[in-house]
T-cell receptor, first 115, second 115 residues
């Protein structure tokens, strides 16, 4: 149990376009989902925390208007990178925390390349 | 604040060698401690965890003991395999009262096991 999926796994887009990444908890309900960004050979950087039905909480330095997060249901959260630029190219990873649990379960990640 | 420090890699071992990856933490109160593993091109997977002092987490031959007196959570395996080659992340959560916890990660340690 505790499987988290992400779609797409890889995406290439042109500069200036927007990209939506989906994160789903497949076999459990997730009251809280987290979005991370991972640069090559570095650790994960928490971007934001989203709770179902409420606005996401963004970490310092993360632009909320650029990285739109929606947590519409207990099994789905989306991250939209708006007006993407090459510096947004990265590995984006989501995680989901099930109700009354501390453990986060991670998705396989989405590699974004902005040309 | 909360922080995790783990030994810098990369670590290269021969198959069946003994593995230790050191991890120490700084946190107030009583954090929960985790080891995550990231295989090439994939997202993070929970390897093991411990939620209170003197707890031992174990999985797939890996072990780590929560040592509050030394604020450590070192990862060990008696006999590594080529398939253990991955990046290992030590992490903690320290849920503030009334808030949602965040995972704080170490920088990761890359392990390569040669046949």
């Amino acid at each position: 149990g505790a499987v988290v999926s992400q779609h797409p796994s890889r995406v290439i887009c042109k500069s200036g376009t927007s990209v939506k990444i989906e994160c789903r908890s497949l076999d459990f309900q997730a009251t809280t989902m987290f979005w991370y960004r991972q640069f090559p050979k570095q650790s994960l950087m928490l971007m934001a925390t989203s709770n179902e039905g409420s606005k996401a909480t963004y970490e310092q330095g993360v632009e909320k208007d650029k990285f739109l997060i929606n947590h519409a249901s207990l099994t789905l959260s989306t991250l939209t990178v708006t007006s993407a630029h090459p510096e947004d190219s990265s590995f984006y990873i989501c995680s989901a925390r099930r109700v009354a649990s501390e453990t986060q379960y991670f998705g396989p990640g989405t590699r974004l390349l902005v040309l | 604040g909360n922080s995790v420090t783990q030994m810098e890699g990369p670590v290269t071992l021969s198959e069946e060698a003994f593995l230790t990856i050191n991890c120490t933490y700084t946190a107030t109160g009583y954090p929960s401690l985790f080891w995550y593993v990231q295989y090439p091109g994939e997202g993070l997977q929970l390897l093991l965890k411990a939620t209170k002092a003197d707890d031992k987490g174990s999985n797939k031959g890996f072990e780590a003991t929560y040592r509050k007196e030394t604020t450590s959570f070192h990862l060990e395996k008696g006999s590594v395999q080529v398939s253990d080659s991955a990046v290992y992340f030590c992490a903690l959560t320290n849920r503030p009262q009334g808030g949602s916890e965040k995972l704080v990660f170490g920088k990761g340690t890359k392990l390569t096991v040669n046949p």
